[in-house]
C-alpha cells in the first residue's frame, strides 16, 4: 500500500520561500508519476508538478514554472517542492499524490492518481 505524508508547509510572506517535503514508502510498480497539487477554498484541485521515479523528466504547470522545482531524492523515497518567489495566489493546501505510470502519460490531471497524502497549508500574505 503506498502511504504518502507531506511536511514544510507554513507561512510566508510574498516573495519568500518554502520547501515541501513527501515521505514514500509501500512502492511496488516498475513506474511511478508523483506529484504536487494544490486546491484553495472554493476553487478547484490544481497540478502543480510532477516528476516520474524511473526517469528525470519533470512536468509544471504554467502558474508556477520558472518559480517551483520538484525534485526526487530516490535513495531516501523523498519527493519535494522547492517553492520561491511565492504569491498569494499560491496559498492553499498542498497535497502529494502517486499514480502508477510515466507522467507522460499521467500529466498533471488528479482523476489519474490513485494515492493521495494528507496535505500540508501554505499561506502566502502580501
Known amino acids: 500500500q503506498v502511504q504518502l505524508v507531506e511536511s514544510g508547509g507554513g507561512s510566508v510572506q510574498t516573495g519568500g520561500s518554502l520547501r515541501l517535503s513527501c515521505a514514500a514508502s509501500?512502492?511496488?510498480?516498475?513506474?511511478?508519476?508523483l506529484g504536487w497539487f494544490r486546491q484553495a477554498p472554493g476553487k478547484k484541485r490544481e497540478g502543480v508538478a510532477s516528476?516520474?521515479?524511473?526517469?528525470?523528466?519533470?512536468y509544471y504547470a504554467d502558474s508556477v514554472k520558472g518559480r517551483f522545482t520538484i525534485s526526487l531524492d530516490n535513495a531516501k523515497n523523498t519527493l519535494s517542492l522547492q517553492m520561491n518567489s511565492l504569491e498569494p495566489e499560491d496559498t492553499a493546501m498542498y497535497y502529494c499524490?502517486?499514480?502508477?505510470?510515466?507522467?507522460?502519460?499521467?500529466?498533471?490531471?488528479?482523476?489519474?492518481?490513485?494515492?493521495w497524502g494528507q496535505g500540508t497549508q501554505v499561506t502566502v500574505s502580501s
Open positions: 499524490a502517486a499514480a502508477r505510470g510515466y507522467c507522460g502519460l499521467v500529466r498533471l490531471n488528479d482523476y489519474n492518481y490513485g494515492y
Open positions: 509501500g512502492f511496488t510498480y516498475s513506474t511511478y508519476c
Open positions: 516528476i516520474s521515479t524511473q526517469i528525470s523528466s519533470t
